[in-house]
């Protein structure tokens, strides 16, 4: 059945630095990869997205990578702050399909 | 900003009651979703409903679950017989055009199932 895959389950980084989440998909129809921030004891927010034909997406220290041919995709976030702590999750879904499967979960942890 | 409101909060249940969890998401949206996170893993699909039936459910979607739109506004999930592993964060979500595209989640119910 569809699977997402993400790694590692747990991320600690020195304030300023770089983290990077990475996932796999199993379904080779999925053409929709939403990223959400989840705050604790609060609901998912979608904090970014990428769709099949295009291969990286960036929004201000946010980007995203697709790479479609090995079914990879990838969360980077640059200068972290400690707001960033949160748990992150990956997730696939495909036109004509009306679910979206979660990877799950990267803890971030962003020391000042 | 439009929200996906869920009651209520937080529901505590003995094992083999009912309950109803409700939701309103939002007004112009017409596609609509019940997923749930058990504590500290990930958020799984359990159900979505279009045009007053359902489009698509999981394997957890069983027998005891069911979807409901009573009225113009709400949309229900109703567990009938609550067993303790049902104890979970659900959340509600809609959308207005169909998958795939990123959701609007409610702030969730938190069940409870002693």
């Known amino acids: 059945g569809e699977n997402v895959e993400q790694h590692p389950s747990t991320l600690s980084v020195q304030e300023g630095d770089s983290a990077v989440i990475k996932c796999t998909y199993s379904d080779s129809a999925s053409n929709y990869f939403p990223w959400y921030k989840q705050e604790l004891g609060k609901r998912p927010q979608l904090i970014i997205d990428i769709r099949s034909n295009v291969g990286e997406k960036k929004d201000q220290r946010i980007a995203v990578t697709l790479n479609k041919t090995a079914k990879h995709f990838s969360l980077h976030i640059t200068e972290t702050q400690p707001e960033d702590s949160a748990v992150y999750f990956c997730?696939?879904?495909?036109?004509?399909?009306?679910?979206?499967?979660f990877g799950a979960g990267t803890r971030l942890f962003v020391k000042a | 900003e439009p929200e996906v409101t869920q009651t209520p909060s937080h529901q505590v249940t003995q094992m083999g009651q009912e309950v109803i969890l409700r939701c309103v998401p939002i007004s112009n949206h017409l596609y609509f979703y019940w997923y749930r996170q058990i504590l500290g893993q990930k958020v799984e699909f359990l159900v979505s409903f279009y045009n007053n039936e359902i489009s698509e459910k999981s394997e957890i979607f069983d027998d005891q679950f069911s979807v409901e739109r009573p009225d113009g506004s709400n949309f229900t999930l109703k567990i009938r017989s609550t067993k303790l592993e049902d104890s979970a964060m659900y959340f509600c979500?809609?959308?207005?055009?169909?998958?795939?595209?990123?959701?609007?989640f409610g702030s969730g119910t938190r069940l409870t199932v002693v």
């Open positions: 997730a696939a879904s495909r036109t004509g399909g009306f679910k979206t499967i």
């Open positions: 979500a809609s959308s207005e055009t169909p998958a795939p595209r990123g959701y609007t």
